[in-house]
């Protein structure tokens, strides 16, 4: 068992569950720790840390511990929790949270998660619209398995499910790329990804 | 009723057969649907978990724009829609996220005109008119019908009938003549972008559900989201072969069933385009044919119609030529 620095800890514990109060209106405070988030959770079975654990987490203010977890990173945003909490704690927003958090920290814990939902993200940020095509082979690029999946792709070419050229407006990208200037400018911490360009095809 | 047709990304992609059954079976119920000009992504499952502001401007931005044309968005996809509400619950819940979201977006955005899911679209159209409208009854078809996590939460903005055991997709199953199942992963969850993403943990998701569906004896799944469908039908293969039994279960999205019913031409209707081909399960119920119809005034007799009430219907598609099944 790792010794924990409480004083030190506390205030960034502190500062994270106001955020998590004003931006998505969940109190960790109201937990009882029932554990009935943890035993609906679809995805509980891969976590290091389950859910009403990872509450506790932010109950107790140990905020290194939120950062290290995977748990965060691995939960699929279904939302079981939320709608059987008994508290309304809504674990759910928690988990999205606190991911976040970790995310602007620099703490990525499943990073081929996190290469997927970063290159998503770019190529609206750069077409307004999402391409798969560019997706799949960015991200498949990215986590070094160029032929992840490409077995799919001859059937749903000719199917005409696998476009091989983007589609989109150039109002549509350009209003786009305007909102994460404007976005960019408000946060004052432009994430790499969200500079348009990039390195995706 | 007029709306703002908001296909979102991946309708023009892997979920094209949504997007073209939804668009042949809504002139048929009166519904009109005109897309939206411009639309961009509305983030889908990617950028809440990047930034809680941004995900709420993306699909502000689409709601934005239909309500400077008056008209409410239409949504087949669960992930687009299920931000749209997200966006729209923000807007009418905080003054100040609203005032962010409209500095984000440069437009104006009230939320006057509520966004609304294809499904509930149908739904309000009335059961009974879609029932009239029914050329070919699904009968002896046996559907699981499976809502995911977007249909039916969060539940502080998805109004759904019961999150735990949702009935709307099964009240159009039941209008079209086929058999909704009782099953019990209705709502669970298929791992959104896992099984693309980090199949390790997606993998098995998706085999519970495929599993569950088996189980309760369905001959199919049917549901109402391109991500869902992707994940069950993609999938599928592979987990059998892992699991040393294949799945033989064809995946729908509602609305091709509908049009089948509507004796729509499968064409129309995407379904040669799953990697789990309904083909072979559709002929073996005698749902492939398309229906033959006469004008009444010719012999009504011949008419090889299903329904007494059919004989009167005139038919519904246009390019009803040919017949037969694409
Ligand atoms: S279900 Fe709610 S009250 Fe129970 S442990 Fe989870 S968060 Fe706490
Ligand atoms: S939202 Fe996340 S933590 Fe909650 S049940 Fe779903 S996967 Fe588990």
Known sequence: MNTVNITSTLAEAQRIRQDLKTKYDADVGKCYQCGKCSAGCPVAFAMDTPPHKVIQLAKLGLYDEMMECHSTWLCATCHTCSARCPREVHPSRIMEGLRIEARNQGSVKVRPLDIFHTKFMKLVGKRGRVYEMALMLGYNLSVGRPLKDAGFAPKMILNKKLSLFPHTTSKARKEVRKIHERYNRMSNTPHPDQTSGGDTP | ?326
Request: aromatic share 6%.
């Open chain 2, 1 to 326: 009723m007029k709306y703002a047709y908001y296909p979102g990304c991946s309708l023009s992609g892997t979920g094209l057969e949504y997007n073209i059954s939804t668009q042949a079976v809504a002139p048929l119920l009166g519904i009109e649907l005109c897309e939206l000009p411009d639309w961009s992504c509305c983030g889908a499952s990617s950028a809440h978990l990047q930034d809680h502001t941004l995900a709420l401007a993306l699909p502000a931005r689409n709601a934005a724009l239909g309500e400077e044309q008056g008209l409410s968005l239409a949504i087949p996809c669960a992930a687009c829609l299920s931000r749209s509400k997200a966006a729209e619950h923000a807007v009418k819940t905080s003054e100040d996220m609203r005032a962010q979201i409209e500095s984000l977006i440069d437009r104006p955005y009230q939320a006057t005109y509520p966004v609304k899911s294809i499904l509930e679209i149908f739904i309000d159209a009335g059961l009974d008119t879609l029932k009239e409208n029914i050329i070919k009854p699904l009968t002896g078809l046996k559907v699981a019908s499976y809502y995911g996590c977007l249909q039916a939460r969060p539940t502080d903005f998805m109004d759904v009938d019961d999150p735990e055991n949702p009935q709307t997709i099964d009240t159009i199953v039941a209008a079209l003549g086929a058999e909704p199942v009782s099953w019990s992963h209705k709502t669970e969850c298929c791992g959104n972008s896992h099984p693309i993403a980090y199949p390790e943990v997606g993998g098995p998701l998706v085999n519970r559900i495929l599993e569950q569906a088996e189980k309760s004896g369905a001959d199919c799944i049917v549901c109402a989201c391109p991500m869902c469908l992707g994940n069950l039908d993609m999938r599928q293969k592979a987990l059998g072969k892992k699991r040393g039994r294949p799945f033989n279960l064809p995946v729908f999205y509602f609305t091709q069933l509908m049009g089948l019913a509507l004796n729509l031409r499968p064409k129309k209707l995407g379904l040669k385009k799953h990697f789990i081909s309904p083909i072979p399960l559709l002929s073996k119920k005698d749902l492939l044919k398309r229906i033959k119809i006469k004008k009444v005034k010719n012999k009504p007799a011949d008419t090889p119609v299903p329904a007494s009430e059919s004989t009167e219907t005139p038919t519904p598609n246009p390019d009803n030529k040919k017949g037969g099944p694409a």
